[in-house]
Nanobody
């Protein structure tokens, strides 16, 4: 059974940075398009970034230029480097497939941007 485990969230001041990690067990992620999603208070879960098996990336307008998605296939891990964070980025962040394949959602990792 595939398990996705997100980590790296926390409380950060506006303008700060965080690096999120998503480690997978039970499946080899290298063959799949992977994405980072977030769900803020009262909002639907949205896809903010995704990366293909060939490392092509795409971003939501709200995070382009501030977030960078990457993957380390040897570690079966996907990362999200977040910079210049603002309060609107406050949300629970999840990773999952972003193409035809997805798996049960993990617990996510909370990111709170506040002074």
């Amino acid at each position: 059974q595939v398990q996705l485990v997100e980590s790296g969230g926390g409380l950060v001041q506006p303008g700060g940075s965080l690096r999120l990690s998503c480690a997978a067990t039970g499946s080899d992620l290298r063959f799949f398009i992977m994405g980072w999603y977030r769900q803020g208070p009262g909002n639907h879960r949205e896809l903010v970034a995704h990366i293909s098996s060939s490392r092509l990336t795409a971003y939501a307008d709200s995070v382009r230029g501030r977030f960078t998605i990457s993957r380390d296939d040897a570690k079966n891990t996907v990362y999200l480097q977040m910079s210049n964070l603002n309060p609107e980025d406050t949300a629970r962040y999840y990773c999952n497939g972003a193409g035809e394949t997805s798996w049960p959602w993990g617990q996510g990792t909370q990111v709170t941007v506040s002074s």
